[in-house]
Structures are given as C-alpha cells and as structure tokens.
C-alpha cells in the first residue's frame, strides 16, 4: 500500500560511472524543529532551505491547526509567525501527521502543557508505532492521552491545565522521545531536566539555546544532563537548515558501489550526532572525504566526496555509535553487500520500531537478493559478497518506508541483475527529488 495514494513500483538498473554534483535536501530533523520552534515565539522566523517533503509539509499544516501562520514565499522561504509558549490554540480539526513520527512526537510535547486537547492520527505506518514512550513523560507533567491498544495512534492528548516540570531519564535513545520532552518544558514553570545515556542527535537544544532559551547540557556519569528553564520569551530567528546527511547517505553509498564513480554532495550537516554513518564507511575503506568544513547556523557542514570504493571490507559498526547513523542502516547494509567480509551491526534494536521493521525489510528484500544475512532481536550480520558479484534481480517490498525504498533502489545501481521495489511512493516523505537526482548522477531508475 502506498504511503497517500496509488503504489509506484520502481525499478533500478545496474549503473555507468555516477557523476556530477547532488544537490540532497534540506535536514528533515531540523526542518520539523524550526517549523515547531517558530510557531511557538511572537514575530516572524524565516526558514531558508527547508525540506519540502511529505513529513515536513504535514508539521507546518499542524502548526497552522494551533494558531500559527506558516508560510512559503515565491523564492521557497518559509515564513512562520508564531504564536508564543503557551499560546497554542485548541485545533478544531484531527492532526495528520501522515508518515511522520519525529512530527506526531514532537508535537505531542509541543502541545502536552498547554490547556488544549488534540487528537492526532497518521498513515499505516505511523499507526502501528508506539507512543507510550511520549505519552509517559508527558504524564508526568499532568498530560493525559488516550489512544488506541498498545499507545497506538489515532491518539487523544490533553494538554496539562496547571503543568509542573519534570525530571525525566529516557529509558531508549531517541531523540524524538528527548526532544518531546524539552518542547513540553518550555511552558511549564521552573527547571525541566532531561537525562540521556546515550548522546541522541542534538538539534532541539541547539535550536532552543538559538532561540533564546534557557538550556544547559552536562556530561556526567548519568549521561548527557539537559536542564531547561521554562517559560522563556522565544526570540523569533533566522535559520538556513543544512542539508541531510540521512539523504546525503544516498548518492554517497550509490557512488562507492557503481565501479569509477565521482560524485560531490555539497553542504552536508556533520553535526557528529549525525555523522556515524560517515566514519563507519571510512573505517570499511569508503574514498570519501569532507572537503571546506565550516560551522553554520550552529551546526558543522561540509562537502563530500564520494568515489567508487574497490576495496570496501566488511566491519563491527560499533553499538555505541548506533544513535549517531540509525536511520543509515538501512543503506550500510547495502554497502556492505559489496565489500568483503562480514559486517556487524549490534545494539539495533530500535530499527525494528522504525517506519517499518527496518531489519526484517531488509533481511527479507537482501535475502531474495542472493545476499546472507543473520538477524536477532537487536543485531544483524551481512555477508559482502564484494563488488561485481551481487545477483540482485528481486522484488523488495518497502512496507511504507522512505529509507527501504531507496537503499533497495541504490542496490540495483550495481548488482547483475535490477532490482525492484514495490512501491516507491513514500520517497516523497524526505527526498521528493530522489529520482531525478539520481538520474543527474547518470542512474537509471524507471517507475514500473
Ligand atoms: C529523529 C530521531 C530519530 C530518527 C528520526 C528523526 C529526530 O528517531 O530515526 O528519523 O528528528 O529527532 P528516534 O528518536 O526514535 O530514534
């Protein structure tokens, strides 16, 4: 089933040389985040270079719902006036947040401490993930949710009259989880305290410090310490949003599979609680390099380059680094098909609880590939068959999942025979230019 609307098979031939410039999309983490933060201060935000995609357009229809005035000029800046912490109104419509889980969540806390009441639902996908562990921290601070068996959406959430500030350990690394909870801080009095074992990616705090709020960040024997004050006046902000390294990870993993490639994807965010992906393919023997690194709007950037990689060797991603490239997996496996040797994944667990299965997808769709694989509840193994070996020639199916749908897509790139994806439709929830960069690249990938 598609994601909204008919399925678009897709099919990817074995590649010539990639090459040229890709030009990937605006950070989708931090394209919610801006859209959220501006709605949530007085005056004008302005947002250059926001992602465009299917999951972000459905976080600026919500910020509408609550009483904030988005909107996109004709030079494609986004222009949100914001309504102030505190003074979200009460939507008098469903919230459709369609694929999006980082949007459900981080709005749920948005609203979670102001006294409104919001029902929220989501496509197929979105509706089998688990909100408990939002809707848990929320309670904390006096929310109530009633949703459907399992803390499933469509899902209820209202909003805390009197809210108090909370103290909260989140018991999985996720950042949706810690960025839900800071968002619910911000209108609730006195000091909310975040603790995260694990190092998730960081944007929200360095947004929140950007738009004036009151955050500090320890390091300590608990883990990272986030204390955030509540109640503070937003400043309205200026922001140009990098562009994804979780798009990024495409074109670059295309090009170290497809034999003589060269292919440069400028101003990539390396904000290193995003970047593991880039220095695990390193560690496997990647050509790929970071060429002007400079710091921009608060978070690092570079360009890359990608060549085609011969002697790429199977590695132990190391569990630590599992936060900072957990939506990277996916296509690492593919990656790893090429090289030699096993690669190690462990410490995955929350891959399974992703916009799909993320590791039985690609267990099944690399299996009928011709590929071996093992997996467990919280790890998986491929075996590389190295480069010019790979049979290909299956039909993947892609379970509502962006990310499925193009690592299968970057696969067919380079193995003897096509490979196809059932539907390709939910692309268009994070990179709606996918095809067409590709084909810039000199891919071939035909609907069908
Ligand atoms: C995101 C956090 C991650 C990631 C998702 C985006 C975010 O999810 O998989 O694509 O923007 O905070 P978790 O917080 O569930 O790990």
């Avoid at 910020?63 to 988005?70: L, Y």
């Avoid at 909870?181 to 360095?206: C, F, K, M, W, Y």
Wanted: proline share 7%; charged share 20%; net charge negative.
């Amino acid at each position: 089933m598609s994601a909204h609307g008919t399925p678009i098979p897709m099919t990817s031939q074995r590649s010539g040389p990639l090459s040229g410039q890709a030009d990937v999309p605006g950070d989708k983490s931090i394209s919610h985040r801006a859209l959220i933060l501006g709605a949530l201060c007085v005056g004008e935000t302005v947002i250059t270079g926001l992602l465009e995609g299917d999951d972000v357009l459905d976080t600026a229809k919500a910020m509408r719902a609550f009483g904030a005035e988005v909107t996109r000029d004709a030079s494609g800046i986004w222009h949100v006036h914001g309504v102030g912490v505190g003074g979200f109104a009460e939507p008098n419509q469903v919230i459709d947040c369609g694929n999006s889980g980082t949007g459900v969540r981080l709005i749920m806390g948005a609203m979670a401490t102001s006294p409104i009441t919001a029902t929220f639902t989501g496509d197929a996908s979105l509706n089998k993930r688990p909100m408990a562990r939002v809707t848990d921290p929320l309670a904390l601070f006096g929310a109530q949710a009633v949703g459907r068996a399992g803390g499933r959406l469509p899902m209820t959430i209202v909003g805390a009259a009197e809210p108090v500030p909370v103290r909260y350990t989140v018991p999985v690394a996720s950042a949706q989880v810690k960025s839900a909870v800071l968002l619910a801080g911000l209108n609730a009095p006195g000091q909310t305290v975040v603790i995260e074992r694990e190092a998730t990616r960081d944007h929200s705090e360095r947004m929140l410090a950007g738009f004036g709020a009151e955050i500090v960040t320890e390091e300590t024997a608990e883990g990272r310490v986030i204390t955030l004050t509540g109640q503070p006046e937003l400043v309205p902000q200026r922001i140009t949003v990098p562009r994804d390294p979780s798009s990024a990870a495409f074109p670059v993993c295309a090009a170290l599979i497809v034999p003589g490639s060269d292919v440069l994807v400028p101003n990539i965010g390396l904000n290193p609680t995003r970047a593991g992906l880039f220095t695990t393919l390193r560690e496997m023997g990647a050509d790929l390099t970071y060429e002007n690194l400079r710091e921009e709007g608060g978070e690092p950037v570079a360009d890359l380059r990608a060549r085609f990689s011969p002697d790429l060797k199977g590695i132990e991603v190391p569990p630590e680094r599992a936060a900072s490239m957990i939506d990277e997996y996916p296509v690492l496996s593919v990656v790893a098909v090429f090289a030699q040797g096993a690669t190690v994944m462990r410490g995955v667990k929350e891959l399974r609880v992703k916009e799909s299965d993320r590791i039985a997808a690609m267990t099944a769709g690399l299996r009928a590939g011709g590929v071996t694989i093992e997996d467990g509840p919280d790890w998986w193994i491929v075996q590389g068959l190295g480069h010019g070996k790979v049979p290909g020639g299956q039909t993947c199916a892609s379970h509502l999942d962006h990310r499925i749908a193009m690592s299968f897509l970057v696969m067919g790139m380079a193995t003897q025979a096509p490979v196809s994806v059932d539907d390709g439709s939910p692309i268009a929830t994070s990179f709606p230019v996918f095809e067409a960069l590709m084909a810039g690249l000199g891919a071939d990938i035909r609907r069908g």
